[in-house]
């Protein structure tokens, strides 16, 4: 009912930049927020950035000052522009939203949602 499509991921070197998209599709009647969140081989997942529909926005400390996270409301779309990447970003970068959906003109609460995963890949 609801789908999360990732897309931007890929090579860089060191100090280089990448853009990540994330779209929401389906019944969707609100989104709370959405946000990006990485795992790297190995480690646990971790959050990297989130922004609720009010624009507010919250960043893990290792990446504040380098991405910036956006949103496009009428697209249900999350951007995360990734600038002076660093060896240490390469993961696997998850999208997640949580929102209702409506089914059968009726509005469920809130869940999470996630998408398939975009590797990114910062070499030194």
């Known amino acids: 009912q609801v789908q999360l499509v990732e897309s931007g991921g890929g090579l860089v070197q060191a100090g280089g930049s990448l853009r990540l998209s994330c779209a929401a599709s389906g019944n969707i009647f609100s989104v709370d927020a959405m946000g990006w969140y990485r795992q790297a081989p190995g480690k646990q997942r971790e959050l990297v950035a989130t922004?609720?529909?009010?624009?507010?926005?919250n960043y893990a400390s290792s990446v504040k000052g380098r991405f910036t996270i956006s949103k496009d409301t009428a697209k249900n779309t999350v951007y995360l522009q990734m600038n002076s990447l660093k060896p240490e970003d390469t993961a696997v970068y998850y999208c997640?939203?949580?929102?209702?959906?409506?089914?059968?003109?009726?509005?469920?609460?809130?869940?999470?949602?996630w998408g398939q995963g975009t590797q990114v890949t910062v070499s030194s």
């Open positions: 997640n939203a949580d929102l209702r959906i409506s089914v059968v003109s009726v509005v469920r609460p809130t869940s999470r949602y």
């Open positions: 922004i609720t529909n009010r624009g507010d926005t």
